[in-house]
């Protein structure tokens, strides 16, 4: 099971956070600076699965951002490793080449790809035009 996704910039800074278990307001902070510090400092050749507490972090990183997802033992991490791979090909899609920018300008449209994609924790589609249809269905809307 998913229990966070983070997406980070290189100087650590949150661009999104998802969380699919309650974690107190308090606490994410903290959770977020080692989890962000402990993916940060590791170099290219090292594996990009992380023990770190009671979850498995999976992280990706593409151009200056870094994509670190929370997950239970019983996960697998590959699966998830592909996952935040097809994340940035449906977010590549929709913002054609999308930037760091685009996801602070856009996080509601990122929060919907992302809802579409895991609900409670669990991947529930993987299919690229499954996963846009109601968002390029809200861009018709607000077009006419």
Do not use: W
């Amino acid at each position: 099971m998913i229990k966070f996704f983070l997406m980070v910039n290189k100087q650590g800074q949150t661009r999104l956070s998802k969380y699919y278990e309650n974690v107190d307001i308090s606490k994410r902070a903290a959770l977020e600076a080692d989890v962000v510090k402990g993916c940060l400092s590791r170099r290219k050749d090292e594996c990009s699965f992380v023990e770190y507490k009671d979850y498995k972090l999976v992280y990706r990183q593409y151009a200056a951002l870094f994509i670190v997802v929370g997950i239970t033992d019983t996960e697998n991490e590959l699966s998830i490793y592909e996952l935040v791979h097809n994340f940035v090909e449906v977010l590549d899609k929709y913002f054609s080449r999308v930037s760091e920018l685009d996801i602070m300008f856009n996080l509601d449209k990122v929060h919907i790809i992302l809802d579409e994609m895991i609900l409670n924790g669990h991947v529930v589609e993987t299919n690229k035009s499954r996963i846009l249809a109601p968002l390029l269905v809200l861009d018709k809307m607000v077009e006419s």
